[in-house]
């Protein structure tokens, strides 16, 4: 073999990817043409660059689908888990800018007026974005009681004009009727409209207390669900099912705290619950993605 053809040997793997001059190509295809050797070796190259290896039957191409596969599960997770936090960072905001603020009553704050329809009509004041309206019935004094309340929130204050709020209470004039404005703060419940023989007996509406049970039932699934890892910390399968479940209690009270702070009390209850399931729910799958891309992390760390 001449020195010709060791500088061809060289050059070969450039030729076979086309990677050459246009002068060095001519030169190489040239001595291909003369060169048995070297033209065999061409060959050769060539073949093993064209060469694609069957998925089914090469093993060695599994591992590079496993590691494309768990990289796209990875990238997956990551978009879930962002989108996730994001949704619960914005409920929490929308749920405490739009937690209602009770109005105490004063002079200003509404008006009452006998409809010719014989209804009565109650008007706010503008400050006034809200309001709910409550309806008993007292069968030994035959009277249509009715407690209102009216409130704002941080959302209306400051992106919301809706106007003034008004409410039509329909009265057939068969049975007496009282209104009552239910200040909400503690203070007893003021007589706006009605006989006023029984005001000494207005009443107080008090907040329900409805969260501090739904957070004790939290608390108390947590400790038994650590207690029961404790126990079966070598049974791997039933931990796995534990250390999902055990997260749902955790995502409960983190959401209550961030809804309500360490407040247990609710005059808009049905309101608060439902944020704080949905907050929850967010969070608790917010925290099942995150511990998946953790393990992830420590995985690839350790491999």
Known sequence: MGDKCNLIKD?????VEDMVSVDTCEFVSEHLEHCVECRAEFERMRKAANFIPDADTDTDIIPLKRVKRDLFVKRLQTICFTAILVCAIVTIIFGVLTSPKFFPFSDNLLKVIDSPDGSVTITFDSKVTGYSCNEVFDDEAETEIYRINAWTTTWDVYSSNRGKQNMVI????????QIFYAQNDGSEDVLIYGPNENTEENGITLPRLILMPYFLLAFLALVIFVILRVLLRNKRAIIVWIDRAISFPISYMAAQLCIKGFSFTTYSSQRDFCIIILVATLLY??????????KAKLNTLRG
């Open 11 to 15: 050059i070969l793997p450039l030729y």
């Open 170 to 177: 329909p009265f057939d004039r068969e049975t007496e009727i």
């Open 285 to 294: 799958f917010a925290m099942l993605t995150g511990k998946s891309l953790y």
